[in-house]
């Protein structure tokens, strides 16, 4: 699998941007957050990598940091939540404000993130608790 990868930022839009490693252009999806942390195009850039292989697509998420990541597959492991809403959620709080509206039982703060509705709030805090 890929852990990280170091490159040139080549282009970032809304949900995704591409990394060029040894002239090799990698698509990677990221958090709004992360798009807006990212340095300006031409610039060196490192992601840490999290890879999903099915059946019809590989997909790269990139982070920052690895407890972005981590927080990334944590939040997956809840039931309604796939990778979109994952990184929208990411893209809306940071691992403090998340930590600390899961500590809080704070479903108006998770219900902030794009996808995110009342039920799944609540289903949020209360499984990762």
Do not use: C, N
Request: proline share 3%.
């Amino acid at each position: 699998m890929i852990g990280k990868l170091k490159g040139i930022v080549e282009t970032v839009d809304d949900e995704e941007l591409i990394l060029d490693v040894g002239g090799v252009g990698y698509v990677v999806s990221a958090s709004a957050r992360t798009l807006r942390a990212l340095p300006p195009a031409g610039q060196a850039a490192t992601l840490h990598i999290e890879a999903q292989v099915r059946e019809d697509a590989i997909r790269l998420f990139g982070f920052l940091t690895t407890a972005e990541r981590d927080w990334f597959r944590l939040l997956q492991s809840v039931q309604g939540v796939g990778a979109k809403v994952a990184l929208g959620i990411l893209g809306a709080l940071s691992g403090e404000a998340l930590s600390a509206a899961i500590a809080r039982q704070d479903k108006a703060m998770m219900a902030r993130a794009p996808g995110v509705g009342p039920k799944l709030a609540a289903r949020l805090v209360l499984e990762l608790k």
